[in-house]
Nanobody, 124 residues
Framework: QVQLQESGGGSVESGGSLRLSCRAY????????LAWFRQAPGKEREGVAA???????NYADSVEGRFTISQDDAKTALSLQMNSLKPEDTAMYYC??????????????????WGQGTQVTVSS
């Protein structure tokens, strides 16, 4: 079983930065995906960034060039560095994981394990 725990959310002004962290507990099989999703009130959950265990990384167009996903060497923590934040980035951010995947997509249905979420609020 896998457990995910996010931290690092908060409130920031437009143009500011935040760094989210996700601690992963459990066993991942080869070929897994770790990803960040977000969900704003009244909107569907959307993928933000995803990283495959073999290295490939995907970003949503809306965050490309502003957000950076990374994993520590011990493979136990996933981070999301968010720069140049905009009010439209305001949402609950979730860490997600999926095992035995060849590609990391942005459909929530692809992911089995989820964290409890951490709120990010960007004021204008």
């Amino acid at each position: 079983q896998v457990q995910l725990q996010e931290s690092g959310g908060g409130s920031v002004e437009s143009g500011g930065s935040l760094r989210l962290s996700c601690r992963a507990y459990g066993t991942f099989y080869n070929g897994y995906c770790l990803a960040w999703f977000r969900q704003a009130p009244g909107k569907e959950r959307e993928g933000v960034a995803a990283r495959h265990s073999d290295g490939p990384i995907n970003y949503a167009d809306s965050v490309e060039g502003r957000f950076t996903i990374s994993q520590d060497d011990a493979k136990t923590a996933l981070s999301l560095q968010m720069n140049s934040l905009k009010p439209e980035d305001t949402a609950m951010y979730y860490c997600a994981a999926a095992s035995r995947r060849q590609l990391c997509g942005f459909s929530p249905d692809e992911y089995t394990f989820w964290g409890q979420g951490t709120q990010v609020t960007v004021s204008s």
